[in-house]
């Protein structure tokens, strides 16, 4: 049983910054992509951003490219979501989620992650 627990939200200005992490109890870490998903009220979960499987491709919703980066480390079993240049409308939970498959591309699609976080509240004021 795969567990992923996010942690990093919080509280921070307009144009501020958040680093999210995402920690997994997994002995095979390095075999799943890992994407961040976030949900605003609402509305349906949207895709943020991923990273495939050896951390050589990775992926941005158009709303955060050039803000956001993702990377992840596989000794700690991690993955991050390092935000800058926050907006109010980055405002909403954020998720983790895994996918066990080594591709080259990590997916896009919610779908298919095979597992999600419980999530961690995203609040930027202006």
């Known amino acids: 049983q795969v567990q992923l627990v996010e942690s990093g939200g919080g509280l921070v200005q307009a144009g501020g910054s958040l680093r999210l992490s995402c920690a997994a109890s997994?002995?095979?870490?390095?075999?799943?992509?890992m994407g961040w998903f976030r949900e605003f009220p609402g509305k349906d979960r949207e895709f943020v951003a991923a990273i495939n499987w050896s951390g050589g491709t990775t992926d941005y919703a158009a709303s955060v490219k050039g803000r956001f980066t993702i990377s992840r480390d596989d000794a700690r079993n991690t993955v991050y979501l390092q935000m800058n240049s926050l907006i109010p409308e980055d405002t909403a939970v954020y998720y983790c989620?895994?996918?066990?498959?080594?591709?080259?591309?990590?997916?896009?699609?919610?779908?298919?992650?095979?597992?999600w976080g419980q999530g961690t509240q995203v609040t930027v004021s202006s």
């Open positions: 997994v002995h095979t870490f390095s075999n799943y992509a």
């Open positions: 989620a895994a996918d066990p498959v080594r591709g080259r591309y990590p997916p896009r699609s919610g779908i298919q992650y095979d597992h």
